[in-house]
């Protein structure tokens, strides 16, 4: 009985030796599987890109950029904001050489963690499309919109300015998407040319005509088109996206308000190269790159958006920015997002 | 339980279940720690504003989600699990494929297809309104379409544990039931439904706690729920990340209730037969005239949940297609989602099999504790979890490597493993158990010769739950995934977002069908064992 018990002992204890190590064994292949897995065509000359702009938009573009250049680019995808809680949260020991992204609000909650650009790089981009402190550069540019339902209106039904949507004839047929960064840029540039009052009598006179809130610029033109809603505060470039889609039957289009104004304000993307970057030559050579003709000319023909390189043409089927009547707003006002977040969130916009 | 029958207890498991429960519980901590810092940090003014801004109003919509998303849940889910393991109703294979692929599809590309479809204006309102000059059709933007799409996406968190349980439940007792007399819907009601109890429990709570962390569905049908809330608070450049860990350490008390919720709901009582006869498949109910509703039902839930979805996407890369849209598809991508969901899938078994090993053998307060904690990577929204993830790993040999991210993976999908094998386990008589041992065998030759082979149907139920809700996941591949690597869910939302269509149609349709076959080859497998392989034999 006795040796009975002993061998079952035995054989427990091996039979846990062999667990454990078939546990450690995974845990150690999983690891070093994963390790190796990223590690093996990574050098330091890589350029790491984070990427708040979609790759369908810049995917190309960045292609372009290794054959030319001969330098490998490594990306990571997400959207503005994300990249920015994860540049926030990585801190100095983020592997990013390169933030590029859809908007300067983003740009702007990581400005403190933003290397200062040398003079000229930063010449290349408008003096409005830039950082005041020089730590990122405008790259493209898009245009707020009025997007109007063809079928129920013509531009010559369409008021001057985006001030008088809030007239009552206007109730229960706008479409926006407060939560939406270029939104809140236009409510900065509003606060800027209109002042804080005026901005405050904006919102609520369109809240007053119940508005539909779409969490994104592009159900907004879905909902536009459908009749859904009548009119819809956006950007130009989504409208070229579904007419590419839906072919020109599309019951939508673009309407920039004639009398300029801040429903006019041009919106930025923007790049900016780390401050902990190893790596900032390749770095300034992209930002170049995207700035040069054959980048701006991507940007103007591809993702129909406006070049901020004034030698480049704007896409035929755009408005040319001739025609329009930018509000003209330092750079330094549309950085004042929090301000327009502590209004938007006392008018009950957002939460 | 005195002292020693504890010991006793204790020692009835291998020490390798003991120590990998426990670290496993301890990572789990790392988003608690996480959003405890970031709260801390948060200050008094951040907490004003939490508690001056809608917080109730927000906290009532997101529990009327919570509670309607598993009702109707189950409404689908027990109907169509009962036709498609007890019932002789034809292409059964066919049916339980198709009804748990909708899990496949990403919550955001459901609901916009359904605003597509469904809208003031939209398809539908478009087909209604030449023959019969229908001009709007109900909103569906609201509490209706975020209930609608939300369940559509995860009422499978009820039908796959539901079928396991089914075809684990001893047939022996049904057979008593109606050899006194009583008739298929009675012996249901008295016999099959209350040892399905803690399958509904657990599939319910999953969905309640899906509901909570959802945020394509209920922001694209404009339903403010905490995840939207504390989503909207990251588009916010300047002291968001605070607000968002104040508001989900809300969202994670809501989370706690709903779980004693369904603790509460749990008996003491026992979910397996004490003597066993021999264990064979149960008799299929014949349903006769009953057929045609049965097969209308399952193909009802089928269209609206799945093909409906598919020709949506199809009409877009049709259409796409023809206007001159160039449509590539990217075969890494969809390589990588195999490779990783696949891994992904049996380190979160293997992961979730010590743990629901111990708690389903140990009835104490203690287990339940840790068995809740398992639950809290899938009741938080994925950024909140994933920059928790970020927050620790930056810096070293792990950040931005596969490991990582299956590590986050991890972290979100295991209580869907667990909560499978924990049901399964119910349905072993712990004595099979005590008399392994008490025939000389070790705690660790039960657990591989008795415990393991018996809970297979768990383990694998609970991977397929893991592969394909694995193969949709975006907010953790986004952020934690090394660079350069993406996913069929990554292409499709970066072309969403863009509003390409007929780009986002494309591996949407890849990922629905890819997701498909591991789906039916675990079926038939499944199957296949179950016919052959006895499980009173094995003794």
Redesign the interface.
């Known amino acids: 009985m006795a040796k009975i018990k002993k061998r079952t002992m035995m054989g427990s204890h091996a039979g846990q030796t062999l667990w454990a190590v078939t546990v450690v064994a995974m845990i150690i292949g999983l690891v070093t599987g994963a390790y190796i897995y990223v590690i093996h065509d990574s050098d330091s000359d890589t350029l790491v890109i984070y990427s708040g702009r979609s790759s369908e938009l810049v995917d190309e573009i960045i292609k372009e950029f290794e054959r030319t250049t001969g330098i490998k680019a490594e990306l990571k995808y997400g959207s503005t904001s994300e990249i920015a809680g994860m540049l926030l949260e990585e801190g100095r020991h983020s592997p990013a050489d390169v933030f590029y992204a859809q908007d300067p609000g983003g740009l702007g909650a990581v400005e403190h963690m933003l290397d200062t650009l040398p003079d000229d790089l930063l010449e290349k981009s408008p003096e409005n499309f830039r950082s005041p402190q020089g730590r990122w550069v405008g790259i493209s540019g898009r245009a707020r919109v009025v997007v109007y339902n063809t079928d129920v209106l013509t531009e010559v039904d369409l008021p001057d300015s985006i001030w008088d949507f809030t007239g009552a004839e206007w109730r229960g047929r706008i479409g926006w998407a407060p939560t939406n960064p270029s939104f809140q840029t236009m409510v900065t540039a509003m606060r800027s040319i209109w002042g804080e009052e005026k901005t405050e009598n904006w919102i609520n006179g369109i809240r007053e005509n119940d508005p539909i809130a779409y969490p994104r610029n592009t159900p907004v033109v879905r909902a536009v088109a459908e009749g859904e809603v009548d009119v819809g505060f956006v950007n130009h470039y989504y409208l070229f996206r579904f007419l590419a889609e839906e072919g020109e039957g599309f019951s939508a289009r673009n309407y920039h308000p004639r009398g300029g104004g801040p429903g006019t304000t041009m919106m930025i993307s923007g790049a900016g190269i780390l401050e902990t970057s190893e790596n900032r030559e390749n770095a300034q050579q992209f930002l170049k790159f995207l700035l040069s003709k054959q980048g701006q000319e991507y940007f103007a023909e591809n993702t129909f958006e406006y070049p901020v390189n004034e030698g480049v043409e704007t896409h035929d089927m755009l408005k040319p920015i001739s025609d329009i009547q930018f509000p003209n707003v330092s750079i330094e006002e549309m950085n004042d997002l929090e301000g327009t977040l502590a209004l938007l969130r006392r008018t009950g916009v957002i939460s | 339980m005195s002292y020693l029958e504890l010991k006793r207890k204790i020692n009835s498991f291998?020490?390798?279940v003991w120590?990998?429960s426990i670290t496993i519980t301890i990572l789990i901590a790392i988003p608690l720690i996480y959003m405890t810092i970031r709260a801390i940090g948060a200050g008094p003014e951040t907490w004003d504003?939490v508690f001056r801004?809608?917080t109730m109003e927000?906290a009532g919509r997101t529990l009327a989600l919570a509670i309607t998303v598993p009702l109707l849940s189950l409404g689908i889910s027990l109907p169509l699990a009962w036709l498609t393991t007890r019932t002789d109703l034809p292409f059964k294979r066919t049916w339980s494929v198709l009804t748990v692929l909708p899990l496949v599809i990403p919550s955001y590309i459901f609901a916009?297809v359904m605003?597509?479809a469904l809208?003031?204006?939209?398809m539908l309102q478009q087909a209604l309104a030449s023959p019969f000059g229908i001009e709007q059709i109900p909103s569906i933007?609201g509490f209706f379409g975020a209930t609608l799409s939300v369940t559509a996406v995860s009422y499978p968190y009820l039908l796959l544990p539901l079928q396991a349980s089914l075809r684990g439940i001893d047939p022996s007792l049904e057979e008593a039931s109606h050899s006194l007399g009583h008739g298929t819907f009675s012996t249901f009601k008295k016999v099959i439904l209350p040892q399905l109890r803690p399958a509904i429990a657990s599939g319910a709570l999953l969905i309640a706690l899906y509901s909570l962390r959802d945020f394509g569905a209920v922001?694209?049908m404009?339903y403010?729920t905490f995840t939207f809330?504390i989503y909207?608070q990251?588009?916010?450049?300047?002291g968001?990340?605070m607000i968002a860990a104040a508001l989900s350490m809300i969202l994670l008390f809501i989370a706690l209730g709903l779980m004693f919720a369904e603790s509460a709901t749990r008996s003491r009582a026992k979910f397996y037969v004490t003597a066993k006869g021999s264990s064979r498949k149960a008799d299929l109910v014949a349903l006769g005239r009953w057929r045609w509703p049965a097969l209308a039902f399952c193909g009802s839930v089928v269209i609206i949940f799945l093909v409906l979805p598919m020709y949506v996407l199809g009409y877009?890369a049709l259409?796409?297609i023809s206007?001159?849209?160039t449509v590539q598809v990217v075969w890494s991508s969809a390589v990588n989602s195999i490779q990783v969901s696949m891994i992904t899938a049996v380190?979160v078994v293997?992961a979730a099999l010590p743990i629901a090993i111990l708690t389903s053998r140990f009835s104490g307060r203690l287990s339940q504790v840790v068995e809740k904690f398992t639950y809290i990577g899938f009741a938080l929204p994925g950024?909140v979890i994933s920059?928790s993830i970020?927050?620790f790993a930056?810096?070293t040999?792990?950040?931005?490597?596969?490991?990582?991210l299956?590590f986050g993976y991890l972290i979100l999908f295991l209580p869907l493993a667990m909560g499978s094998i924990r049901n399964s386990l119910l349905q072993i008589n712990p004595d099979i158990e005590e008399a392994s041992r008490s025939l000389?065998?070790?705690?660790?030759?039960t657990m591989?010769s008795v415990t393991i082979p018996l809970s297979k149907n768990g383990m694998i139920s609970g991977a397929a739950l893991v592969f394909l809700v694995t193969m949709k996941e975006l907010q953790a591949t986004?952020?934690l995934?090394?660079?350069?690597f993406?996913t069929l869910a990554?292409?499709i939302w970066?072309?969403?977002?863009?509003?390409?269509?007929?780009?986002a149609a494309v591996p949407a349709l890849l990922l629905i069908l890819l997701s498909s076959i591991p789906m039916m080859i675990l079926l038939i497998f499944g199957h296949m064992r179950e016919n052959y392989e006895k499980i009173g034999s094995s003794l």
């Open positions: 291998p020490t390798v120590v990998s504003l801004f809608r927000i916009y605003i597509v809208s003031p204006r939209g933007y922001s694209l404009r403010e809330a909207n990251y588009l916010t450049p300047f968001g990340r877009w259409r796409g206007a001159g849209e380190i293997l950024i920059l970020v927050f930056v810096g040999f792990m950040y931005q490597t596969l490991g990582l299956i000389g065998r070790t705690a660790n030759q591989r986004l952020i995934s090394p660079r350069n993406d990554t292409s970066h072309a969403t977002s863009e509003a390409f269509f007929a780009r």
